[in-house]
């Protein structure tokens, strides 16, 4: 079974692992890889926030 906080946290992980990724081999730098850095805290403030409050899933804090 899918639970919404681990999806989410793959998401994060995998926007990170890409930023990490396009900075080291593409030579990205600037507004491109602000703009991926900024989605990817936008994505944690959204699991911190929203998944957290709104969305049930496995793990004993959610759906406060």
């Known amino acids: 079974m899918w639970d919404v906080k681990e999806v989410w946290t793959f998401i ?3 926007l990170y692992a890409g930023y ?3 900075t080291a ?3 990205w730098a600037g507004t491109r890889a ?18 957290n409050v709104f969305f049930t ?4 804090y959610s759906g406060l």
């Open 12 to 14: 994060i992980w995998v």
């Open 25 to 27: 081999t593409r030579g």
């Open 57 to 60: 899933g496995l793990h004993s």
């Open 34 to 51: 602000a703009w991926l850095c900024i989605v990817g805290f936008a994505a944690v403030l959204f699991n911190f926030g929203v998944v």
């Open 20 to 22: 990490l990724h396009a």
